[in-house]
T-cell receptor
Framework: SQKIEQNSEALNIQEGKTATLTCNYT??????LQWYRQDPGRGPVFLLL?????KEKRKERLKVTFDTTLKQSLFHITASQPADSATYLC?????????FGTGTRLTVIP | DVKVTQSSRYLVKRTGEKVFLECVQD?????MFWYRQDPGLGLRLIYF???????EKGDIPEGYSVSREKKERFSLILESASTNQTSMYLC?????????????FGSGTRLTVV
């Protein structure tokens, strides 16, 4: 069966640095990969979507890449700020639905 | 501001009770979803609906049912609540399926079954 894995449960980073989060999938390449932000006790908030035929997508300080050879998506936050501290989820589109990874909890230290 | 509204933020129910979780969206989306989220397991799909009166099972439908009588409303029903259904329940909607668009989530209902 298809699996999606975020291999870091937690990541601490100094304010101003670039945070890089990893998402790996097995077997078939999804047509779309999505990234969400989730704050404690709240629902996930959609951030970015990248298509299979796109290598890179940007939105303000956020950048997502999609490497179908490595079966991997990377999520970057440049010039990180304490307000970026949250859990970030990746999700793959599969069989007409979205399947989520377990998330990486990012802490940006002032 | 478009939104998905879940009727309760916190619920405490007794084992064996029938529980209704309500979700309403104001975006005229075709697709609606129910997930549960547990530590270490992430979000798991319970049921989804791609049209009024239509429903499809997700990964973990056992012990749950759903109802979609109107386009904007999708209800999750726990027929006989059990302690292993203690969890955070999240409703979401999207214009279409297939991951073409991001999902809009509600704030979640934290259900405790005692």
């Amino acid at each position: 069966s298809q699996k999606i894995e975020q291999n870091s449960e937690a990541l601490n980073i100094q304010e101003g640095k670039t945070a890089t989060l990893t998402c790996n999938y097995t077997n078939y390449s999804p047509a779309y990969l999505q990234w969400y932000r989730q704050d404690p006790g709240r629902g996930p908030v959609f951030l970015l979507l990248i298509r299979e035929n796109e290598k890179e997508k940007r939105k303000e300080r956020l950048k997502v890449t999609f490497d179908t050879t490595l079966k991997q998506s990377l999520f970057h936050i440049t010039a990180s700020q304490p307000a970026d501290s949250a859990t970030y989820l990746c999700a793959q589109a599969w069989a007409n639905n979205l399947f989520f990874g377990t998330g990486t909890r990012l802490t940006v230290i002032p | 501001d478009v939104k998905v509204t879940q009727s309760s933020r916190y619920l405490v129910k007794r084992t064996g009770e029938k529980v209704f979780l309500e979700c309403v969206q104001d975006m005229d989306h075709e697709n609606m979803f129910w997930y549960r989220q547990d530590p270490g397991l992430g979000l798991r799909l319970i049921y989804f609906s791609y049209d009024v009166k239509m429903k499809e099972k997700g990964d973990i439908p056992e012990g749950y049912s759903v109802s979609r009588e109107k386009k904007e409303r999708f209800s999750l029903i726990l027929e006989s609540a059990s302690t292993n259904q203690t969890s955070m329940y999240l409703c979401a909607s999207s214009p279409t399926g297939g991951g073409h668009y991001g999902y809009t989530f509600g704030s979640g209902t934290r259900l405790t079954v005692v």
